[in-house]
């Protein structure tokens, strides 16, 4: 993405990494400054926001193969929570199956 970004650049590219979100390790804490650029009244581009931006890239176009669940089987949950986000990772037997990470709202 070029350094000076549109509103509904940055909008577009927001919805195509959130399909992601998914498969990708930590996504609402990288994800972060564009989801608040997109809330903003006033659009302004910055380095932050071109940074995370760049790492939704990588992490979009490099997201860890998963496993299918075999329901016959346990599952293993990691939790990770602050006063930010949460963050979740389910497992089966050593093997990802899926990514949750979801910021905190403020109300």
């Known amino acids: ?6 509103f509904t650049d940055v909008r577009q590219f927001h919805g195509l ?6 498969f ?3 996504f609402s804490t990288i994800a972060a400054s ?8 006033q659009f302004k581009w ?3 926001a071109q940074t995370r931006c760049e790492r939704l890239k990588e992490q979009v176009s490099t997201a860890p193969v998963l496993a299918l ?3 016959n089987q346990n599952f293993e949950v ?3 929570a602050s006063n930010v986000d ?18 905190f709202s403020e109300a």
Not at 34 to 41: F, I, N, P, R, Y
């Open 78 to 80: 990691e939790c990770d």
């Open 17 to 22: 990494a959130f399909s992601y979100g998914w």
């Open 24 to 26: 990708i390790k930590n």
């Open 69 to 71: 669940p075999n329901f």
């Open 86 to 103: 949460i963050r979740v990772v389910l497992s089966q037997g050593g093997h990802r199956i899926a990514f949750y990470c979801e910021k």
């Open 46 to 48: 910055n380095l932050v």
């Open 34 to 41: 564009l989801t608040e650029l997109l809330k903003s009244k």
């Open 1 to 6: 993405m070029a350094k000076t970004q549109s």
